[in-house]
Every structure is written in structure tokens, then in C-alpha cells.
């Protein structure tokens, strides 16, 4: 039955996992039938099985592109921003249970048969857990997209992300309080988010020596030749039209043809100015370290 | 997920131990023909389940799924 929810051929399938459970939960039949397993039977009977890669990113940067991309690969397995994971990130527990949890309930959204890669595509605000999933995976490879954050601010401005929301995230899981004005507009608030998820990856990327970081104009190439072999995974030259074929549609929305462009020219004056006071800063200490980064490469 | 009446509860066990027993309930999105293909299949293993029962405990199921963040 998860094989028919999850299987890329499956015409329920979705460009994110939790479209794709509420397309399935039109049935009836799985609806009535679904299963509940408690945390602890599932640390009991998970067998480990670690993802080939994780990706991070910022929001609007392409990373859904990536796993849409990897997902037309023969045997992949490619999860997009699956709620239970988030769900075991959330629990106020100390970091060692969380990261038990998050590899057991990884393990147990992972391919029956490891035949082919596995990769997770997280939810933009999972780099802030980059530790937990240090200590659950600690050698698994990864990567983190971003773009500039004026870009990504205009795009969540329309169309707004969990993480943007003052307050839905639970401070803790922050670290230390954002650095805002008393009474911060939206637009503060999301600028300094973004500028704490870049400052998360640049941390991520000083201390771990298996990150790539990936700007949004260095895709979809960048899917083939950067990102794949950080993975390790082979791309056999008769899949390659197949996988550019994606490029060609939005990412998030597969029916409308790809439609790009930098969104920062439509930003109002406050934008302009929340993202240089409050997330410039980090963006340019993260490209600084990408091209020190891909200097060394 | 929770199922309240006991037959219907009994009925949803015996199903996801026998996956033989999946192909004559599955392949219907229309719900009054999977509401009473239930009915007759827990029928037939002696379980006295309504269409009323499959309906309630497919509405708490869809709940539980937009309450699962509130």
C-alpha cells in the first residue's frame, strides 16, 4: 500500500509528500485502513536505512527542482518535506532522543529495498536541527540551496511558508531570539528568519566537511554536476533528457511550464530595507564561503 | 486511527491482516459504494456494521487529519 502512495509513477503522486497523502486520503479505502505506530515500536522495529542525501534550503530557492529532478532517476527514492520527520523535530526533547526518533522514523519512510538513492528534501526550517541530523546521519552528504534573500522574501510575501509566520515556530527550536525591532512588521520578521536559516547553513558548512552549498542560478546544471556526485550518485547518460525534461515546468505545480525569474524587482521599499538590515549580512557570509568552497573544488 | 463501534473496529483489523481481503474494497473514491461494499464484507465475517458506522469513522478520520496541527 505505501509502495502505491509513494512510487514517482504513482498518479497520485505530488511534488510534496503531504499533497500527496491528501490526495490519497480521498480514498476511502486508505482513510479507513490507515495505520498508527507509537514512536517506541518504531525505534523497535525499524531497520536502518539511511539516506543517500538531505537537502536544505532557504524556500523559493530550488530545491523542490532538485528532488523533482532526482526522483526520474531508475529506483530513486525521494521524499519532499515529509511531516513526521518534522513531527519528531518538534518534541521539546533533549537532542540525543530526538535524533534517535528522527533516524528511526527516516528509516521507516525509507525504499523497501535500497536499490536505489534515497534522498530527503526537508522543510526549509530543518537547518536549524542541523545538529539532530548530524548525530542521526553523521556522514550522510548534503546539500543547502538558497538565493538571495530578497528574492525569497517577495516570493513568501505572496505566498507565504510556516517558518514566516511569527511564532510558529517555537522559540526553542530558534536558539537565540531573532535580533528584531520592538514591534517587528511581517516583513522584519521574515527577513530575520531568512537571515537565521543563512546563518544556520554557514555554521552547518564550517562544521561539517560533507555540505555543498548551492546557489539557485547554479540550477538545474548544477543538479548533474554538482550535486548528484556529492550524493554519489551515478547519472546514466540515457536518464539525463529525462531529468532535464522537469526543468522545463514549475517545480511545486507541474501543469504550468517553468516561468522563473528574480523576484526582487517587485520588492516595496520596506522589503528592500527589512533584507538589508536583517538578512544581507548572512547572505553575503555564506557566498563568500560557497566561492571559497567551489575555489577548492 | 481510532474506530468507536466494536464490529467496525474488529472488521478494520481483520482487513489489515489479510491483504486478500483489500481488492474487493479498494478502487472506489465514491463513498456510498465503499460505505456499503464494507458493510457486506464485514457481513459476511459474521460483524453487524452500518453504513452510518463507515461513514462517522471516515469523518473522524478526515478530522484527525486537519486537527493534527491545532
Not at chain 1, 42 to 63: C, D, I
Not at chain 1, 88 to 102: G, I, K, N
Not at chain 1, 179 to 192: H, N, T, V
Not at chain 1, 218 to 225: C, E, I, S
Amino acid at each position: 500500500m505505501r509502495r502505491l502512495v509513494l512510487d514517482r509513477r504513482s498518479p497520485v503522486r505530488r511534488p510534496v509528500l503531504r499533497q500527496t497523502i491528501e490526495r490519497c486520503l480521498r480514498d476511502p479505502f486508505r482513510l479507513l485502513f490507515q495505520r498508527q505506530t507509537p514512536l517506541d515500536q518504531l525505534e523497535a522495529h525499524a531497520e536502518a536505512r539511511p539516506p543517500t542525501g538531505l537537502v536544505y534550503h532557504l524556500s523559493r530557492s530550488g530545491s523542490t527542482l532538485v528532488s523533482r529532478m532526482l526522483e526520474f532517476l531508475p529506483d530513486a527514492w525521494v521524499l519532499s518535506e515529509p511531516g513526521p520527520v518534522d513531527s519528531v523535530l518538534t518534541y521539546p526533547a533533549p537532542l540525543a532522543e530526538r535524533a534517535r526518533w528522527l533516524h528511526a522514523i527516516v528509516s521507516a519512510l525509507g525504499p523497501d529495498t535500497a536499490t536505489g538513492p534515497y534522498v530527503l528534501k526537508l522543510d526549509a526550517w530543518a537547518v536549524l536541527d542541523f545538529d539532530v541530523f548530524e548525530q542521526a546521519f553523521p556522514d550522510v552528504p548534503w546539500v543547502f540551496c538558497y538565493r538571495h534573500p530578497g528574492d525569497v522574501l517577495v516570493s513568501q510575501s505572496l505566498q507565504g511558508s510556516y517558518h514566516m509566520i511569527p511564532g510558529a515556530l517555537p522559540a526553542w527550536r530558534l536558539g537565540e531570539p531573532l535580533a528584531l525591532p520592538a514591534q517587528p512588521s511581517l516583513d522584519e520578521y521574515g527577513a530575520a528568519m531568512l537571515g537565521r536559516l543563512l546563518d544556520r547553513a554557514l555554521r552547518a558548512a564550517k562544521d561539517s566537511s560533507h555540505g555543498l552549498l548551492v546557489h539557485n542560478e547554479q540550477l538545474p546544471g548544477a543538479v548533474l554536476d554538482r550535486i548528484a556526485p556529492h550524493f554519489g550518485i551515478r547519472i546514466p547518460a540515457s536518464q539525463v533528457d529525462a531529468i532535464l525534461e522537469v526543468t522545463k515546468w514549475n517545480a511545486k505545480n507541474p501543469v504550468l511550464p517553468y516561468a522563473g525569474r528574480d523576484r526582487r524587482a517587485d520588492a516595496s521599499p520596506e522589503q528592500v530595507d527589512a533584507v538589508d538590515r536583517l538578512a544581507m549580512a548572512a547572505f553575503e557570509r555564506l557566498e563568500r564561503r560557497r566561492d571559497l568552497a567551489d575555489a577548492g573544488a | 486511527m481510532a474506530v468507536s463501534e466494536p464490529d467496525l473496529a474488529a472488521f478494520v483489523e481483520l482487513v489489515v491482516a489479510d491483504p486478500s481481503a483489500w481488492p474487493t474494497l479498494q478502487g472506489t473514491e465514491n463513498g456510498n459504494e465503499f460505505c456499503a461494499a464494507v458493510v457486506a464484507a464485514a457481513a459476511s465475517r459474521g460483524l453487524r456494521v452500518t453504513e452510518d458506522d463507515v461513514t462517522r469513522a471516515l469523518n473522524a478520520a478526515r478530522r484527525a487529519w486537519l486537527e493534527r496541527w491545532v
